[in-house]
């Protein structure tokens, strides 16, 4: 188990010294002139001497090697370099947000919770009825409608019968977590949609699969309960592939808060992002990716070391 | 020679049997998968909208006309009309042209460059597949929409841009795939057999590995185009869509996010995404199911 732990951590490292390294080619090398990028190409005509400024600036005038071990030094000592257009350090200007987007994720987590266990336990439990048809088109439905579709929806129903609009100001899970929580349920609960539909859909199968076994058939021809062989056989064992989708859920939930925080009005990383790249603040996008990917790697070591508690079965080589 | 006269006379009998054979195949596969067919119908209606699109608008969609503005939908105007009294039905139109476009060269570039990159990567072996794959495992820990707003923040919005924009996030599904089925494929008895009548590596790849990839990667495409149409839309209602006033699903709901009172302005662009991504996945789960009975969802 020790050994293990050493070794998640040590690939931690390497994990984020790659994550650093593939935004660093993606958005300073590849694209070729960010300078160009960021003083707008639509003109044609370009000032020579802002171009020159610029790219002093940003550090564009030296040799590639030079930028890279730079940029690799400063983004591990936690530096991601400076906003282009207010001038404020990165990591200071997200540090402010970061609190709105985690605070929308964790609710939208706590629905999907909520929401995907009962209706992927109930539909394969009335596997093919009436309950479990409607529930799958529950499933179906969801994953494909967007979620800001619906809350446009949503908020222009409220607005109309109700003269509800969407906050100006919200709380923190840290500040006030009751009012953030009760200021966070509706958008949280748009976004959980889809992940809930996924999770539902993944659930019953799952459960489906176990119900077949033969196990499960054992359990029954001793004579056990059928909430026994359901509650303790089937679901315990059922839940082992959902909690796996649980990172990719972290992920999908973050694209939809981006999206859902415009809907919203809520100042979190997405609405920053989204301002950021309309001012082609190209070092304040970049921060913002790493901060996420940060955010990402360290869930995905949390969820690593739980399931080798969890699950017996991983062999830590 | 007799032979080779039997073999067109059978030919020739067996061409309109063939169309029969075909028309059959269909009938039994919407009678089997009632909802596979009903989306592969509800893609292919789209795919004529957009490819018809200016024959098929009763009004242009760009023209405005402020006397007609926010009328609810009628005879005149089925879909209503948005602020501008612009033809919301013939926004539509329009608006499916360019999330078809990018939606299918998205995806089919996804699982194209995606598969041949897994292929290479698992045929390479050893640690030129350690470093592709550590990559793409890289690759995969951002959330779609971050990589693919990062893209666009330094390519510009335009329409390639997107498209590339929207691949690079989905190489990765793709590349675990075709990898994982090339390393088993690999071990099998054809491929040391070709290598050992001195097939060369590409030979090998493209008539004994790719064939295997295919069902795999029908099946992928069709889950990676919902994904991709539902990302086009999202940037539209983002802004960083194709640029305005081109008529696009998203942009239409960022806009109508903004009027309260007519709730058709919101409806009908939602709808259509809901129904493309809809069709597509669909469509996928069906495709999985004839293709790959293992994979066959209980």
Wanted: with cysteine; net charge positive; aromatic share 10%.
């Amino acid at each position: 188990m020790q050994r293990y732990l050493i070794r998640r951590l040590l690939w931690l490292i390497v994990n984020i010294w790659m994550m650093v390294t593939l935004l660093f080619f993606l958005m300073y090398v590849i694209p070729g002139d960010v300078a160009m990028v960021m003083l707008g190409e639509e003109g044609g005509t370009i000032d020579p001497v802002q171009y020159e400024l610029l790219r002093e600036r940003l550090g564009l005038n030296r040799p590639l090697h030079v930028q890279y071990g730079e940029w690799i030094w400063n983004a591990l000592q936690g530096d991601l370099g400076r906003s282009y257009w207010t001038g404020a350090p990165v990591v200071q200007e997200m540090g402010i947000r970061f609190p709105y987007t985690m605070g929308l994720t964790v609710v939208g987590m706590f629905w999907v919770t909520i929401i995907a266990i009962p209706v992927g336990v109930i539909s394969a439990l009335n596997r093919e009825t009436l309950i479990d048809y409607g529930l799958r088109g529950f499933q179906i439905t969801f994953l494909a409608a967007p979620g800001f579709w619906i809350a446009i929806l949503v908020l222009s129903f409220l607005a109309v019968n109700f003269r509800w609009h969407p906050r100006i100001e919200y709380a923190t899970l840290w500040s006030d977590p009751v009012t953030a929580f009760q200021q966070y349920a509706l958008p949280g609960f748009i976004l959980g949609l889809h992940s809930s539909a996924n999770n539902a859909r993944m659930l019953r199968s799952s459960m489906l699969e176990i119900l077949g076994s033969d196990f499960v058939r054992t359990a029954r021809a001793k004579g056990l309960k059928e909430r026994t062989v359901v509650y303790v056989h089937t679901m315990r064992n059922a839940f082992l592939p959902v909690l796996e989708l649980f990172g990719s859920d972290v992920q999908m939930l973050i694209s939809g808060t981006i999206v859902m925080e415009m809907v919203f009005n809520i100042p979190g990383l997405g609405t920053l992002m989204i301002s950021a790249v309309n001012a082609r603040d190209i070092p304040l996008v970049t921060g913002i990716a790493v901060y996420i990917g940060l955010v990402i790697i360290g869930v995905n070591l949390l969820l690593d070391i739980l399931y080798a508690f969890v699950d017996p079965r991983i062999h830590y080589d | 020679m007799r032979v080779g006269g039997a073999n067109e006379k059978q030919a020739k009998t067996a061409k309109p049997s063939r169309w029969l054979r075909s028309a059959r195949a269909i009938w039994r596969f919407s009678q089997d998968y009632p909802l596979g067919a009903l989306s592969a119908f509800i893609l292919f209606t789209m795919i004529m909208i957009a490819i018809l699109g200016p024959l098929l608008t009763p009004y242009d969609p760009l023209t405005q006309n402020l006397r007609e503005r926010l009328q609810p939908p009628s005879l005149a105007h089925l879909a209503g009309t948005d602020q501008f009294g612009r033809d919301i039905m013939s926004r539509l139109i329009i608006g499916a042209r360019m999330a078809m476009f990018i939606g299918f060269t998205a995806s089919i570039s996804r699982i194209t460059i995606g598969g041949i990159i897994g292929i290479i990567s698992a045929y390479a072996g050893k640690k030129t597949d350690m470093i592709i794959q550590r990559f793409m495992d890289t690759f995969q820990a951002f959330p779609n929409m971050v990589l693919i707003i990062a893209l666009i923040a330094v390519l510009g919005p335009s329409i390639p841009n997107l498209i590339i924009a929207i691949t690079v996030p989905g190489l990765p599904g793709p590349n675990r795939l075709t990898r994982s089925i090339t390393l088993s494929v690999r071990e099998h008895q054809f491929i040391e057999a070709a290598r050992s009548i001195g097939a060369t590596p590409a030979r090998i790849i493209f008539l004994h590995i790719v064939p295997q990839c295919v069902a795999a990667y029908l099946i992928l495409w069709s889950g990676s185009l919902g994904g991709a149409i539902l990302a086009e839309s999202s940037l539209g209602f983002l802004g960083l869509g194709v640029p305005p006033p081109h008529p696009a699903w998203g942009a239409s709901l960022n806009e109508a996010m903004r009027i309260h009172g007519a709730p058709w302005t919101a409806i009908f662009p939602g709808l259509a995404i809901t129904a493309a991504v809809f069709a597509a996945n669909l469509l996928g789960d069906a495709l999985r199911d004839v293709w790959d009975p293992r994979l066959k969802r209980l």
